[in-house]
């Protein structure tokens, strides 16, 4: 089968095709990225949906409340959700053990719905490389993507880079809002969703706790949602998967200029940063002059040799 | 059959003249049950005429696990492990003219053991019999089932809330009921030490007894009745001296914790009870006819010594290694028990080995390693902490492990298997059924007709207000053994009542052990099986992608658990789609995850049914193309039919070399994998 014809299987909700396809797009070798591009620009023409970052800590949570929430978003009314779970990868053996589908139970015959394992590699900030790539083949092909990251610590939330909303996910009583305050990253969630609200009173009390913190944060700002949900009870799913599918959609080209500096910056250091700058006004620019994300990467990196 | 109730075990027997002759003798029983409950009621039946003295029903896994046998991931295992149990209208049929009142019934139930409590109260209900003379034992230990057996429905607070409730029922109403047995069983198949099988097992029962005491729904008296009626289910290994001296410091143990823990002052609430299923692990597939000697040695450990003599033993047949006993095995493993029983002087002694410094000081050395490790799991935070950081799985795993190198090294010798393997094909296999039993398709079928029975005859409006009764108190807290049995009067279905409480407690899906386990092989294999994928890893990219789950409703989940971990250990990426899942789950899985490879671990003996099922699931999916690699317990006969499904490997429990299986899996991928 070509690439074409997996292409035109997706569209029509192959599975297989559409598997083999996030294969390709995953592929992180510099010659994989022809074909890449290729496969997306024959995707191009359709509506790009809304990708959605849920992050925490590990053991808060995020792979139960996945499974509850793609449920719920199906049925506020998305068309076709998909789900990448991304878990880490052994720094020593480089294998990975990937066990989130365990905690979400689709009915097999649930064909509005995908379910993606990825293994992190040994990128850090509770997002492999690849997940942005996967996300801009998957948005073409579904309403909502949601991604759930690595649990993270708490310094780092790398996910906010490509997702449209990212909604940080809390457990009663862990302590990880302070943390993730010290490392002055409580200003990059879109909302917050404090888990295992089963549990009783505690969970009320940490959302009390953290909605009255994040008006300190930012005094007049908008207030951000802080859902407490329970995958157990079903408890704030349908409220988070009504807040998620009234928020933004469709910025994953807008992200792009953003995620290109990273790469600039991963493979090239700020020296490459600053090149970047001599080469095009903005960044957008430049992508635009090199049409696209693959060949700016390939352009640039010509360049520097 | 006897018209009183047998003397209990242990007691002193006497002559006309009231001189005492010899110790009443342990209870015999059979672990039995399949196919139906009319099937599963001729062989108990059977069994009883023949001499058993008590029963021991196994139940089907859909019942087990909260399933009515017409649920879709139910159908391939109803009546396969055991008997499928639907309704009330079952129980009628499976204890048809077994008088409830002079029987002493063990039920092997965990998950659904209130309900099949509930059953057995209903039906003495029913039949008019008082329910203080139900005499019996529900297993009910659901802590083993998240660590080892798998058989668990919802999470952990809500199981054990159920497990507390019986107990908190059974103390007044059913006084000679023991509403759970502690399972020391299933950690030994798992690989446990006597040290580890006595420690686990008492960190067990302190968490069960503390939990109970915390709860405060029953006195100071009451519960010390409680503590009487805890029993234990243990395991009896072939090393039969060192299992003597593990029940002895069992009880010394036991006695020990129920006075300084509890403050139980009567003697007889401090006795420690236990039954016993001989040690299957070490059963041998090769030579299954050795087994039967393997099987008299393990029952002389739990029966020798008086002081920690079991009070009821049943035995597994001498070729269940091969597959379900046939009723002429399992009449021979009870005629083993009678002649222990009643030819020999056995029971005319007080204990043999009491004074002996050989016996006390090994006695000594293993209450000694299991107080200690009592001790750690109670500082850890007591056994749910322990499960939860992976302790006991880690601990078990690596005993498994060191067990598996010894054999394999030749430093445990096994006669047959890595000793003495050449020998005279035995002509106990070579009867026309190949000495191996095969249930009867036709027998399910018969229990689905039963099932709509059922739901034609009964009053859909009782159904239905009963169950709202079960949900309302298991909401409000309430001891929820009264509304299970106006469930069952009502005749509301197995399914019904877990689906009930799944409503309100939720499912469980636990990682089970792959979370936080390790398994380390050997550093050289491991680099050598790394090195393996290296050709693929450069061809594509990527790491190979392995799929792991186990269909059906077995929960034996450590075989696939280790698979999991070691192929991460020699680099895949293995996405571990979990346990009782449906075939077209792991086809869904596969497809979804442009997996390279797929492997299944089956237990159950459904593996026919089931990897056809998947193959034809994932060829409707697309992924015909993707091979497929089958362990579990597959007969020899069974390995042509899955090669003919398109099965690409089998691996049974012969294939107890890890880093082997594990290149053959690699070489399975060497070019499949299409770009």
């Not at chain 1, 199906?74 to 294998?95: C, F, H, K, M």
């Amino acid at each position: 089968m070509t690439d074409a014809e997996r292409v035109a299987a997706a569209r029509a909700g192959d599975k297989r095709a559409l598997a083999r396809l996030v294969t390709a797009v995953e592929d992180p070798r510099p010659a994989a990225a022809p074909r890449r591009a290729a496969i997306l620009a024959a995707l191009a023409d359709r509506p790009l949906g809304r990708v959605v970052g849920l992050t925490g800590a590990p053991g808060v949570g995020k792979s139960t409340l996945v499974g509850a929430l793609a449920q719920a978003l199906l049925s506020a009314g998305e068309t076709r959700v998909a789900v990448l779970a991304i878990d880490p990868s052994s720094p020593v053996t480089g294998g990975a053990l990937l066990g989130d589908r365990t905690r979400v139970r689709f009915a097999g015959a649930e064909e509005r719905l995908y379910f993606r394992s990825q293994a992190s590699g040994a990128i850090s900030g509770g997002v492999a490389r690849a997940t942005h790539h996967v996300c801009r083949l998957l948005a073409r092909l579904f309403s909502t993507v949601v991604v759930e990251t690595v649990g993270v610590g708490q310094g780092e939330i790398e996910i906010v880079r490509i997702a449209d909303t990212t909604w940080l996910v809390l457990q009663p009583h862990g302590g990880d809002a302070v943390q993730f305050m010290k490392a002055g990253v409580m200003e990059l969630p879109d909302g917050f969703v404090v888990s295992k609200g089963d549990l009783g009173a505690a969970a009320g009390a940490t959302a009390a706790a953290l909605t009255s913190a994040l008006g300190l944060i930012a005094p007049g700002a908008a207030p951000r949602p802080v859902i407490v949900t329970s995958a157990v009870t079903g408890l704030g799913v349908a409220e988070l998967a009504a807040a998620i599918a009234a928020g933004p959609r469709g910025r994953l080209l807008a992200k792009e200029p953003g995620l290109f500096e990273r790469w600039v910056l991963d493979e090239h250091g700020a020296a490459g940063l600053r090149r970047l700058r001599t080469l095009a006004p903005t960044t957008a620019a430049y992508l635009a002059a090199c049409g696209g994300l693959e060949a700016a990467q390939l352009a640039f990196a010509g360049a520097d040799r | 059959m006897a018209t009183e109730p047998p003397p209990e075990p242990g007691f002193q027997l006497t002559d006309a003249g009231g001189a005492p002759t010899r110790d009443a003798p342990w209870i015999f029983r059979t672990y039995a049950g399949h196919s139906s409950p009319r099937a599963s009621n001729a062989l108990y039946r059977d069994g009883l005429e023949r001499g058993q003295t008590g029963l021991s029903i196994a139940f089907d896994l859909p019942t087990q696990c909260g399933y009515s046998s017409d649920a879709p991931i139910a159908r391939p295992e109803v009546g396969k492990v055991g008997v499928p149990i639907n309704s009330l209208d079952d129980f009628h049929v499976l204890f048809d003219g077994i008088p409830l009142e002079r029987m002493n019934t063990s039920m092997t139930i965990n998950g659904t053991a209130m309900w099949l409590l509930a059953l057995y109260v209903a039906l003495a209900r029913e039949r008019g019999v008082p329910e203080a003379r139900l005499r019996g034992t529900i297993q009910n230990d659901i802590v083993k089932e998240y660590l080892a057996r798998g058989t668990y429905i919802f999470p952990p607070a809500h199981s054990l809330r159920l497990v507390a409730e019986t107990y908190e029922y059974c103390v007044d109403r059913l006084p000679e009921w023991n509403p759970s047995n502690v399972c020391s069983y299933h950690l030994q198949e798992a690989g446990a030490t006597p040290v580890q099988e006595v420690g686990f097992a008492l960190a067990t029962a302190v968490d069960l007894l503390d939990r109970i005491a915390a709860r405060g729904r029953i006195d100071r008296a009451a519960f010390a009745r409680c503590v009487g009626r805890l029993s234990f289910f243990v395991n009896s290994g072939i090393r039969f001296v060192e299992e003597m001296c593990k029940m002895r410091a069992f009880a010394e143990l036991w006695d020990e914790l129920t006075r300084s823990r509890y403050g139980i002052d009567d003697p007889k609430l401090r006795l420690f009870r236990y039954g016993v299923q001989v040690n299957s692990l070490g059963l041998t597939e090769a030579q299954p006819e050795n087994n039967a000697w393997r099987i008299l040695i393990e029952a002389l450990g739990v029966t020798l010594s008086r002081k920690a003599r079991c009070r009821a033993l049943q035995l597994p047949a001498w070729n269940e290694a091969l597959s379900l006993p046939r009723p002429w095995d399992q009449q021979w493993a009870l005629r083993l028990q009678q002649i222990l029983a009643y030819e020999t002087d056995l029971l005319e002694y007080p204990d043999l080995f009491d004074g002996n410094p050989v016996i006390a000081a090994k006695t000594q050395a293993i209450a000694d390693g299991a107080r200690a490790e009592l001790e750690q799991i109670l500082a850890m935070g007591g056994v749910q902490a322990a499960i939860e950081a992976g302790y006991m799985k880690q601990a078990l795993v690596r005993s498994m492990t060191e067990r598996i190198t010894r054999i394999t090294s030749g430093a445990q010798p096994v006669v047959g298997v890595n000793r003495w393997t050449d020998g005279l094909a035995s002509p106990l296999t070579a009867g026309g059924d190949g000495g191996v039993f095969t249930s009867d398709p036709a027998a399910v079928e018969q229990a689905l007709a039963a099932l709509d029975e059922t739901r034609r005859r009964r009053d859909p409006g009782q159904v239905a207000a009963t169950l709202a009764a079960l949900v309302l108190a298991a909401r409000r807290g309430d001891n929820l053994m009264e509304p299970s049995i106006a469930c069952a009067l009502a005749r509301v279905t197995t399914g019904e009542w877990a689906e009930a409480l799944r409503g309100v407690f939720g499912e469980y899906r636990a990682v089970t052990g792959v979370d936080g386990q390790r398994l380390d092989l050997p550093d050289e294999r491991a680099a050598a099986l790394r090195a393996q994928l290296e050709a693929f890893v450069a061809a594509h990219g990527r790491r190979p992608r392995l799929v792991v789950g186990k269909p059906g409703l077995d929960g034996h989940s450590n075989g696939a658990e280790v698979i999991a971990v070691a192929a991460r250990h020699a680099g895949w990426d293995v996405i571990y789609a979990g346990i009782r899942l449906a075939p077209d789950d792991i086809a869904v899985s596969a497809v979804e995850e442009d997996a390279d490879l797929i492997g299944v671990s089956i237990l159950s003996g459904s593996h026919l049914e089931l990897t056809a099922q998947l193959m034809a699931a994932l060829a409707a999916r697309g992924g015909a193309d993707i091979p497929v690699v089958v362990g579990g317990i597959v007969p020899k006969a069974d390995l042509p039919r899955l090669t003919e499904l398109g099965v690409r490997a089998v691996f049974t429990p012969a294939d107890f070399d890890l880093a082997a299986v594990l290149a053959r899996m690699a070489e399975l991928i060497g070019g499949s994998a299409a770009a």
